[in-house]
C-alpha cells in the first residue's frame, strides 16, 4: 500500500498532472495551428500570392514556403469558405480550439487514465476505498 500524500503534496501532484495536460493541449492546438498555417500558405499561392510577400508575412524563409506549398495538397478550391471558416474560429476562439483538447472522458480509455492518475494522487485502492 502506498503511503497517502499529505495535503499540500496532493496539491502539487495534481498541479503536475494537470499543468502536464495543459502543455498535451496546448501542443496539440499548436499542432492544428502550424497545419492551418500551411494550408494558408498553400492555398494563397494557389491563388497568386507571390511567394515573397508569403514569406515576409509568415516569417519564413522563400525556400520554405516553397516547400511548404509543394508539400501541401492544392485541393482549396473545393470549399475555400469552409476552409477560412475553420481558421477564423481558431483565431477569433483560441479557448474553444483548445478546449477541444483539453477536456476528459471522450473515451472509456480517457476517463480510465483519469481515474487511475485520481487514485494515484489522492491514494484511493481500485475499491474506491482510502
Same mark, same amino acid.
Given at each position: ?11 502539487? /501532484? ?6 502536464? !495536460?495543459?502543455? /498535451?493541449?496546448? *501542443?496539440? #492546438?499548436? *499542432?492544428?495551428?502550424?497545419?492551418? +498555417?500551411?494550408?494558408?500558405?498553400? /492555398? ?10 508569403? *514569406?515576409?508575412?509568415?516569417? !519564413?524563409?522563400?525556400?520554405? %514556403?516553397? #516547400?511548404? %506549398?509543394? *508539400?501541401?495538397?492544392?485541393? &482549396?478550391?473545393? /470549399?475555400?469558405?469552409? %476552409?477560412?471558416? #475553420?481558421?477564423?474560429?481558431?483565431? +477569433? ?10 477536456? &476528459? =472522458? ?14 494515484? %494522487?489522492?491514494? +484511493?485502492?481500485?475499491? =474506491? =476505498?482510502?
Amino acid at each position: 500500500m502506498a503511503k497517502k500524500l499529505t495535503q499540500d503534496q496532493e496539491a502539487l /501532484a495534481s498541479y503536475v498532472w494537470m499543468l502536464s !495536460r495543459h502543455r /498535451a493541449a496546448l *501542443a496539440r #492546438q499548436l *499542432a492544428d495551428v502550424e497545419q492551418f +498555417e500551411r494550408d494558408a500558405v498553400a /492555398a494563397a499561392g494557389q491563388f497568386g500570392v507571390k511567394q515573397a510577400l508569403l *514569406a515576409t508575412l509568415a516569417g !519564413r524563409s522563400p525556400g520554405r %514556403i516553397s #516547400q511548404i %506549398i509543394s *508539400a501541401t495538397p492544392t485541393d &482549396f478550391d473545393a /470549399a475555400p469558405q469552409d %476552409i477560412r471558416e #475553420q481558421w477564423r474560429q481558431a483565431l +477569433e476562439n483560441p479557448a474553444g480550439h483548445l478546449e477541444r483538447y483539453s477536456s &476528459f =472522458g471522450r473515451t472509456p480509455e480517457d476517463l480510465a487514465a483519469w481515474t487511475a492518475k485520481h487514485r494515484l %494522487i489522492h491514494g +484511493e485502492h481500485h475499491d =474506491g =476505498g482510502h
